[in-house]
Nanobody
Framework: VQLQASGGGSVQTGDSLRLSCVAS????????MGWFRQTPEKGREFVAT????????YYRDSVKGRFTISRDNAKNTVYLQMNSLKPEDTAVYYC?????????????????WGRGTLVTVSS
């Protein structure tokens, strides 16, 4: 599976961004998908995950109520809608895919990773 993330940018506190990740190479609907983010200070951390059907999602506590993960299996795309952005959301965001039904917060559980997209939130 090849993953291509896009949609990052530089925004102000309180603004919104939508990240997209397009998958190719394998049947997208077989894969649980996740979003992670990475900074030099915190390293890589889990953000959100969604099951292959889209029926189950899970978020890290700090983004609950602000971020929404969704997917369109017909378009082989997973999204991360980010609202009410804060400076602490600044990071490089990565999408990842796992060939299983169960969702996971653990980076090691994902076999495929895309290149990151940078999100910068200024105060």
């Amino acid at each position: 599976v090849q993953l291509q993330a896009s949609g990052g940018g530089s925004v102000q506190t309180g603004d919104s961004l939508r990240l997209s990740c397009v998958a190719s190479g394998r049947p997208f609907s077989n894969y649980a998908m996740g979003w992670f983010r990475q900074t030099p200070e915190k390293g890589r951390e889990f953000v959100a995950t969604i099951s292959p059907s889209g029926g189950r999602t899970y978020y890290r506590d700090s983004v609950k109520g602000r971020f929404t993960i969704s997917r369109d299996n017909a378009k082989n795309t997973v999204y991360l809608q980010m609202n009410s952005l804060k400076p602490e959301d600044t990071a490089v965001y990565y999408c990842a895919a796992a060939a299983r039904v169960e969702i996971s917060r653990v980076a090691g559980g994902y076999e495929y990773w895309g290149r990151g997209t940078l999100v910068t939130v200024s105060s």
